[in-house]
């Protein structure tokens, strides 16, 4: 497989050259047997490399693939998806006897020159930071992607950090199925009291939850040395989402290339907003690559030319619009996430919201888009109202949001209470509780008037479209709203 990248690589360290070998200890978690053609390759993959390395495989059957490797079999938890968690006690028990600990899902491809330039990476960081990893696959065609972009996992271009040659940056997705602590790392995560618990899942599913504790829970943070990306590129040997899911070499490319470049900048990049809630999966939060909603196409009026779209992301209903015809100006979630949009030359407005509107100020649109993204803003009458004077007599401002007063997100708030923990507090949840009702008072705040809704229905419960339940029945709507003066006077006229 030809790598995506071409950048400079930690030269292996030979046997020969070290005074003593580096004690590690592997930890694989290999639930049943479907990967055990993996398991085999990994086991192979540690017993080549110039380490001292002792292997145990965590699993709810007995497997002996090799010959001194170690099987401790035993769940957690009562979820099966619990069993990674049994990692955190292996370590804690054998803490004083290893230099180097990984904790590795059983289809992570890991080898000695990423260990080595792990080490290296290492040298140049600060005591509450840790070099960590992304994943890769490969599709049958030899296509290269990167799984753990989606949703609104993003770079997090304010974390940027240049040490000596490396630039190193947070992913937001602190997921890589594996991990890499050094003994003082280890330690320092027992002893901030996050590392030893029960299986749980918040922010991540159980599977997820244990292999990024020592970043959510212990003081951490996961920088990726980005200028030697290729060296801290795992393969995801069973490469389960290629094609379907993540971005492509050419997108992750584009994204790093443009970190790279801010790096250099002295001006630090300004993000839209923080787009991740703090809630029970991150639910409500903004996505960085949402696919194109024909329900937002449809409520655009036939005779808008211009279009402000607040918040692109990926950029994928952008260049459909610009494929339309329509003029289009982007104010991007952050400076990173649009290569799409800036591919097709549509006109990018950087900085948070009040900076935004600056850049713009004197000029008005025929439509402006706000989607899923106002219930994450602190104030959104003070945003709704900056962008008001972008808008002219006839321009309609269409408003997407999750509709939590919906009779399906009232059940799922009956049913899983603890999962809603913090909603209706902004500061612990990050996210506004947002309704019709709420979203009519936002805008006639701040100088607009509401002339319509759009429930958007489950695909499940499309047959409720048109009908009177159609808004109660719909977990996600659009408010189409005018400026108030302009509307009063279009009523008059009428």
Known sequence: MQAPYQLLTVPVPQAD?????????????SYGTSNNGHLDRLIREYRSMTFDIDIVILSNIDKKPAQNVECRVGIPGRDPWSLPFAHKPL?????????????????????????????????????DEIAGFVRMEEAVSGAV????????????????????????????NEHAGCYVLTQKQLKKAIGSGGFLVQPYQWKHDLLCTAATDPYTRCGFTKLIPISRLDDFTVHHLSNKYAGRFGVSAAEMRWQVDKMLKLAESPDAPVPLLE??????????????YERINQDVLNAI??????????????????????????????????????GGAAAQDIELVYGNFRAASEKIKGRTFDCVLFLNMLHLIPDPVETLSL???????????????????????????VRYSYRYRGLGNFARSGVHTTGVGKVREWCGRSGLTVGSNIGIPHKRARFMRGRFAELIMSPNFISVAMKTAARAGVSARA
């Not at 006897?97 to 990476?121: H, V």
């Not at 787009?275 to 960085?288: A, C, D, G, I, V």
């Open 387 to 413: 962008f008001r004077d972008c808008m002219h007599e006839t321009s309609v401002m269409i408003i997407q949001s999750p509709n939590m007063w919906s009779v399906p997100e009232i059940w799922r708030r």
């Open 145 to 172: 992607s990167y799984p753990d972009m989606h949703d609104e996992f993003h770079w997090d271009a304010g974390s940027l950090r240049s040490r000596s040659n490396y630039v190193f940056a947070n992913f937001t």
């Open 17 to 29: 050259t070290r005074k003593e070998r580096l004690r590690v200890l592997v930890a694989l978690a």
């Open 275 to 288: 787009p991740e809630t703090k809630l029970w999966r991150r639910m409500f939060s903004k996505e960085y």
């Open 301 to 338: 009026p036939p005779g808008a030319r211009t279009v402000l779209s607040i918040g692109c992301g990926s950029g994928v209903l952008e260049c459909a619009l610009a494929a339309k015809g329509l003029q289009l100006t982007a104010v991007p979630l952050d400076p990173v996430i649009c």
């Open 91 to 127: 370590f804690a028990e054998r803490a004083d006897r290893y230099d180097l600990f990984i904790y590795s899902e059983d289809d992570i491809l890991i080898t000695e020159r990423q260990l080595c330039a792990f080490l290296e990476a290492t040298q140049f960081l600060n005591d």
